[in-house]
């Protein structure tokens, strides 16, 4: 596992977002995550939609189910996937800014229901949902444990819970920490990166079964490419982002830097992208319930 030089808190982490939101949504979107490229000729938007799509064959969804987004960003993922699977989408973010845009969304089909509240301190029932899954947001989890814990209090027996996650190579190489992964973690309010053995570990503990875990780092990788592309024309073009670049009181302006270490980390492979996809028993074994 790594860790940043200084641990983030959840405010840290949710300013964070606050501060750069109208620079996410204007340089890759409302959906807060990456792309994901079959063919490589998608569009941004089409890649974007396709990781989701993935990530809905592995839940195994029906129509009705109770979904539960930890980390919804915008909530455009959840409306996505309400609409088009005939779901009730439940969505948790910590940042007022994206609670405020999701809070908005309406879905044509299924619903969407969206709370601005911390994950690791849910008001939710035990087995509440049906599925649950995590794009990109348990990199922020202050308490990993928790993050796994919550998961499997909150499903119902035989639910699925599918992670998409940043993930550290096996064995990072010194140069590797110090001057990529340690720094991504730090400069994006994360409050550690494991690796796909950390998290395995993480869940069998808390009494998750494994059911595939597939690393898509080379089909996301061109969604840094595209984000420096357009950062870099907006530099040009609007001067507001030369204004927010140079202003010392911005904390967060240095995710700008960030986007080029991620690049660095994807064609080194000092960094990969899994989805990660477990069930809950629906009978817990002896093993699993002593932790």
């Not at 922020?140 to 209090?153: C, P």
């Not at 690796?195 to 061109?222: H, I």
Request: net charge neutral; charged share 20%; glycine share 4%.
């Amino acid at each position: 596992m790594i860790w940043p030089n200084a641990t983030p808190t959840i405010e840290a982490v949710a300013a964070h977002y606050d501060e750069l939101d109208n620079y996410y949504r204007e340089v890759w979107g409302d959906h807060v995550h990456h792309g994901y490229w079959v063919t490589g000729r998608e569009s941004p938007e089409t890649a974007v939609e396709a990781l989701i799509d993935l990530l809905a064959d592995r839940l195994d969804l029906m129509p009705g189910h109770q979904v539960c987004d930890i980390g919804c960003g915008y909530g455009a993922t959840a409306q996505h996937l309400a609409e088009h699977h005939h779901l009730h989408v439940t969505g948790v973010t910590v940042s007022a800014a994206q609670a405020k845009q999701a809070q908005a969304r309406i879905a044509a089909a299924g619903s969407v229901s969206i709370h601005h509240m911390d994950w690791l301190s849910n008001c939710f029932a035990a087995s509440c949902f049906d599925r649950a899954y995590a794009i990109e947001s348990s990199e922020h989890m202050l308490n990993k444990q928790l993050f796994f814990s919550e998961a499997f209090r909150t499903l119902k027996p035989g639910g699925r819970f599918a992670v998409c996650a940043w993930l550290t190579c096996d064995d990072p190489r010194p140069w590797e920490t110090r001057h990529l992964l340690e720094p991504i973690c730090r400069e994006g309010q994360l409050a550690s990166m494991g690796n796909e053995a950390d998290y395995c570990t993480l869940a069998k503990k808390n009494g998750f079964n494994l059911l595939s875990a597939e690393d898509l780092s080379d089909r996301v990788s061109r969604t840094w490419w595209i984000c420096v592309r357009r950062l870099t024309k907006r530099l040009v073009t609007q001067p507001d982002y030369i204004k927010f670049l140079l202003d010392r009181t911005k904390s967060n302006r240095v995710f700008a830097i960030t986007l080029f270490r991620l690049l660095m980390a994807y064609r080194t492979r000092s960094m990969r992208y899994c989805l990660l996809t477990f069930d809950k028993p629906t009978h817990r074994t002896k093993k699993a319930a002593a932790f």
